[in-house]
């Protein structure tokens, strides 16, 4: 089985970042870059991290007009990313020109309703449906739109599973048992998200954050 935990790069330091990588690499399968890797160093950073040899994730979230979307998908081809995301609430116009625009071999997967967010955030915005009906109605717009799968918590994986048999699912908010939670609202255990049909499990804190980094990276590929 390929090694489905992808470490979240949510470091500024590229020197920094990359020791992390190259610490941990034998018990993760790739690496998420997000916003703060690349507002922080771009194309380059991204290079750097790829060096290492595992497959890159670019977390960027990209939420525009299709256009634009487009343009920015079109912006990181030549980094080859294997998996990119963009928000489902930009629309399914936005996510099929973004799918064409990304070209073979680069997974886009649509964030649904992030992981730090849970039933009264949906009310406050307005929104009257539980959190698993707008992932489920997210998830099915994104599949129309041609996307490969989406983000969701592991609340609602198995749910989104059933309905969409061969899509894929990334989660994060992912805690070890006992672990902090931090930010993270709607957090489940690896192995439950991997059971329940996750096929990226994205792990940050738990791991970055650790005392021995490549012990809890290890920690956890034995649980799954
Ligand atoms: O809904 C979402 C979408 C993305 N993320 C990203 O995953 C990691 C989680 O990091 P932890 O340290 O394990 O909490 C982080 O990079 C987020 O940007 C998410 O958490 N939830």
Do not use: Y
């Amino acid at each position: 089985m390929t090694n489905p935990v992808f470490l979240a790069l949510d470091i500024p330091q590229i020197d920094a970042a990359k020791a992390m990588a190259e610490k941990v690499k034998a018990h993760v399968g790739g690496f998420k870059l997000g916003l703060e890797f690349f507002c922080a160093h771009g194309h380059h950073g991204v290079r750097e991290i790829a060096q290492v040899g595992l497959p890159i994730f670019l977390d960027l979230k990209l939420h525009d007009i299709p256009n634009t979307v487009a343009g920015a998908m079109q912006s990181i081809h030549t980094l080859e990313p294997s998996i990119v995301t963009v928000h489902a609430s930009g629309g399914r116009a936005m996510m099929e020109d973004a799918k064409a625009a990304a070209g073979d071999g680069c997974k886009v997967v649509a964030v649904t309703m992030l992981t730090s967010l849970s039933g009264p955030d949906l009310e406050r915005m307005g929104m009257a449906s539980s959190v698993e009906d707008q992932v489920l109605r997210l998830a099915e717009m994104a599949n129309l739109a041609g996307l490969d799968g989406i983000v969701c918590s592991g609340h609602e994986v198995s749910a989104v599973h059933s309905q969409w048999k061969d899509g894929f699912f990334v989660v994060p908010g992912l805690r070890p048992a006992g672990a902090a939670v931090g930010d993270q609202k709607r957090v489940v255990t690896p192995r439950q998200a991997r059971d329940d049909g996750a096929g990226v499990l994205v792990i940050g804190r738990p791991i970055s954050r650790a005392d021995d980094p490549v012990e809890a990276a290890r920690a956890i590929e034995a649980t799954l």
